[in-house]
């Protein structure tokens, strides 16, 4: 069973413009999926579908075999944890706690259950010293931090980001990249929309590539290096895949091709093979 399925799936906002346009995809369990596109191409809008944040108006969204519709929706949002782009949007209360409490809390858990699942959400991203503080007092990274401790709590079993990483600096993005892969190696299914080719490249399993609220293509990280189809979608190449276009060796991160042109690596001719 796939973790979601999208079927002919429409949307077009208030003043008439349409942001999706026919999409089908189904999305594997246990992967990072990311859902690329230049601005405008429908990624945010898909991502607010699937956990009913915005309804369907053509077409149908399900989730681990469930439709998500008014019928199934509290068991939808149980399943799906989504985080917008600006923590703002998702953080009110008054403590750290208390927002990260707030899911559990409608669940109707009792006290004690509660209580333990914010205290190990807080554990798990770093954050138990800000349970008492105040939201709006924290830094963007802590916010997002709390953000995503709120949906730990709740025990989704499909995350859905909207451009996780944005504004975040290299080391909190690396921190929360460990997490979410932690989260993935346990059953999670992740699931973001980004703009960013290199992150994609370097870290999803999967892509799906938009382009005017229609999916161009979707498949593993190996479409990233077919340049047709990215020129296409207004996105560039990645830039190890630039590097590495004429090479038997295709790193995908940083440290892959550090250890490719290493001196003494014995590997450095595979990268100069275009010579």
């Given at each position: 069973?796939?973790?979601?399925?999208?079927?002919?799936?429409?949307?077009?906002y208030?003043?008439?413009?349409?942001?999706?346009?026919?999409?089908?995809?189904?999305?594997?369990?246990?992967?990072?999926?990311?859902i690329?596109?230049?601005?405008?191409?429908?990624?945010?809008?898909?991502?607010y579908?699937?956990?009913?944040?915005?309804?369907a108006?053509?077409?149908?969204?399900?989730?681990?075999?469930?439709?998500?519709?008014k019928?199934?929706?509290?068991?939808?949002?149980?399943?799906?944890?989504?985080?917008?782009?600006?923590?703002?949007?998702?953080?009110?209360?008054?403590?750290?706690?208390?927002?990260?409490?707030?899911?559990?809390?409608?669940?109707?858990?009792?006290?004690?259950?509660?209580?333990?699942?914010?205290?190990?959400?807080?554990?798990?991203?770093?954050?138990?010293?800000?349970?008492?503080?105040?939201p709006y007092?924290?830094?963007?990274?802590?916010?997002?931090?709390?953000?995503?401790?709120?949906?730990?709590?709740m025990?989704?079993?499909?995350?859905?980001?909207?451009e996780?990483?944005?504004?975040?600096?290299?080391?909190?993005?690396?921190?929360?990249?460990?997490?979410?892969?932690?989260?993935?190696?346990?059953?999670?299914?992740?699931?973001?929309?980004?703009?960013d080719?290199?992150?994609?490249?370097?870290w999803?399993?999967?892509?799906?590539?938009?382009?005017?609220?229609?999916?161009?293509?979707?498949?593993?990280?190996?479409?990233?290096?077919?340049?047709q189809?990215?020129?296409?979608?207004?996105?560039?190449?990645?830039?190890?895949?630039?590097?590495?276009?004429?090479?038997?060796?295709?790193?995908?991160?940083?440290?892959?091709?550090a250890?490719?042109?290493?001196?003494g690596s014995g590997?450095?001719?595979?990268?100069?093979s275009?010579?």
């Amino acid at each position: 069973m796939f973790a979601l399925e999208i079927e002919n799936l429409s949307f077009t906002y208030p003043d008439l413009t349409p942001a999706l346009e026919d999409v089908s995809l189904q999305i594997k369990r246990k992967k990072k999926t990311a859902i690329l596109g230049a601005n405008g191409s429908g990624k945010t809008t898909l991502i607010y579908h699937l956990n009913g944040i915005i309804p369907a108006q053509q077409g149908r969204v399900k989730v681990l075999g469930q439709q998500v519709d008014k019928k199934n929706m509290q068991e939808v949002r149980k399943a799906v944890g989504l985080l917008f782009d600006n923590p703002d949007n998702q953080l009110f209360s008054t403590t750290v706690f208390n927002d990260i409490a707030f899911g559990p809390r409608n669940l109707k858990l009792d006290p004690d259950t509660m209580t333990r699942r914010v205290q190990e959400a807080l554990e798990r991203v770093g954050i138990r010293e800000l349970a008492e503080r105040p939201p709006y007092c924290l830094s963007l990274g802590q916010k997002k931090r709390a953000a995503i401790a709120g949906l730990l709590a709740m025990k989704p079993r499909v995350l859905a980001f909207d451009e996780p990483f944005s504004g975040l600096d290299p080391e909190v993005a690396d921190q929360f990249r460990e997490i979410l892969d932690e989260l993935v190696e346990e059953g999670a299914t992740l699931v973001f929309s980004t703009h960013d080719v290199n992150l994609a490249y370097g870290w999803a399993d999967e892509v799906v590539i938009m382009k005017a609220g229609r999916v161009l293509t979707a498949g593993t990280y190996d479409l990233l290096r077919d340049g047709q189809v990215l020129k296409e979608a207004a996105l560039p190449l990645p830039l190890l895949a630039q590097l590495f276009r004429n090479s038997h060796e295709q790193p995908r991160t940083v440290e892959e091709a550090a250890a490719l042109v290493e001196p003494g690596s014995g590997r450095l001719k595979a990268v100069d093979s275009s010579r």
